[in-house]
């Protein structure tokens, strides 16, 4: 009997053991249901950037869809959640995803209203929900966090009547407070603001998808020579200079549009170079001046229609200056821009004297690739352009001759 007791004892502490060890094995998130605690473990990652990213989205909603089965109309980076970046006033929906970070272990409390539906998410789960239609409401949920940084995502969803979003926490030696920007972090490869073109606003053009390589959910294809439009409306947080790439494809010859910004036109006609298939996908850029809020970009045909455009990317504008600058005349403030670029480079000249210019492009190896000469008025500050679309990916020099004077920069060029 004795000996049969022992092994009973054995047995149960080897079962306790084993119990032990599978509870340790356990995911890090785990339901306390006596305290309503999510417990989360942090997940550093040092690759980030300030902010939260965003993607909105258009639609008619009585509760929160699943937005990762939509397209959404714009994409970007935003310092904290911010309705304020809506294109309109009713029906639509935002998901902004990131991390934060909490600088002491401990029991936080999160507070979120909204009007209408939100959720929120910790670490991939679920801490409130407040969804479906309703006016201002707040749902309040506590969850014990490690010091660091934790996912996050939040989704927001607007129907009819007035709308709102906040989001507030309190935590160890932190009274409650609206999250400041700086807790947020994302990663930082999402740069700039992302539109599609088939959730832009189209005139005359058609949606498609029979030729593959496009994002989203397909591409606009114009359909007349001349009166077809599609415009973008894109949220710019601060008024600057800024790069709009559009990503598109060509088969035929060059063809010209009109590209205005907030009802101005910008730099006239406006080509896009062959990409010799329907297939082949490829970018051309150009610059605009764009104000804090909301802002419009118009591609109207001109009398060929224009390319099949797949989606615009909006970054803020970074003046690339390089080269001999010892040998340059520094008067003239000579700059080349997209740089890199893939279709089109433009260089701009201050005002000179009335002489010829010439425009030289020389590969690494020494040899003469493109050359163009124009004729400057007299206190003309022209903007100048080079077709670089069949150069093959690389570095350039970009050489320009007037008179007596050599100037050079250097030139990427990336497809």
């Not at 417990?39 to 909105?56: C, E, F, I, K, R």
């Not at 001046?289 to 797949?310: K, Q």
């Not at 493109?370 to 352009?385: G, K």
Request: glycine share 8%.
């Amino acid at each position: 009997m004795i000996y049969h007791n022992v092994s009973a004892r054995a047995v149960f502490r080897g079962c306790m053991l084993l119990l032990v060890v599978w509870l340790l094995s356990l995911p890090a998130v785990s339901r306390n249901v006596n305290d309503d605690v999510l417990h989360v473990a942090a997940d550093d990652d040092a690759n980030t950037a300030p902010g939260l990213h965003y993607a909105y989205y258009e639609g008619v909603w009585a509760a929160l869809p699943d937005f990762s089965t939509l397209t959404p109309v714009e994409e970007g980076s935003v310092s904290a959640p911010n309705i304020g970046l809506r294109h309109r006033e009713l029906d639509f929906g935002i998901v902004f995803s990131g991390s934060i970070t909490v600088p002491t272990t401990g029991k936080y409390k999160f507070y979120l209203m909204s009007d209408d539906g939100t959720k929120l998410f910790i670490d991939g789960a679920m801490l409130i929900t407040n969804d479906t239609l309703h006016e201002e409401r707040e749902r309040i949920r506590s969850i014990n966090l490690t010091a660091g940084s934790h996912t996050l995502k939040l989704e927001y969803f607007q129907h009819q009547g007035p709308h709102a979003l906040s989001l507030s926490y309190s935590g160890p030696g932190i009274s409650r407070q609206t999250i400041p920007s700086d807790a947020y972090s994302r990663p930082n490869t999402i740069n700039g603001v992302k539109l599609e073109a088939e959730t832009a606003y189209r005139s005359g053009l058609a949606v498609m998808s029979n030729y593959a390589g496009y994002t989203g959910s397909g591409f606009v294809k114009y359909l007349h020579p001349s009166g077809d439009t599609i415009r973008w409306t894109a949220y710019i947080p601060s008024a600057g200079t800024y790069k709009l790439t559009f990503r598109y494809a060509l088969e035929y010859a060059t063809q010209a549009v009109n590209v205005s910004v907030n009802g101005k036109v910008s730099n006239g006609a406006f080509s896009f170079a062959s990409t010799t298939t329907w297939a082949n996908w490829s970018t051309a850029s150009i610059k605009a001046d764009l104000t804090t809020g909301l802002n419009t970009i118009l591609i109207a045909g001109v009398g060929n229609g224009g390319p099949n455009l797949d989606h615009l990317v909006i970054e803020e504008w970074k003046e690339v200056i390089t080269g001999n600058e010892e040998n340059a005349d520094r008067s003239s403030q000579f700059t080349v821009y997209p740089n890199p670029t893939a279709q089109q480079v433009f260089i701009n000249l201050a005002s000179g004297s009335n002489r010829a210019v010439t425009i030289m492009l020389v590969n690494t190896q020494g040899m003469l690739v493109r050359q163009q000469a124009y004729a400057v008025q007299p206190n003309d500050t022209p903007t100048l352009s080079l077709d670089v679309s069949t150069l093959t990916n690389g570095l350039y020099r970009v050489v320009i001759q007037r008179g007596n004077v050599t100037e050079s920069r250097n030139l990427v060029v990336s497809k």
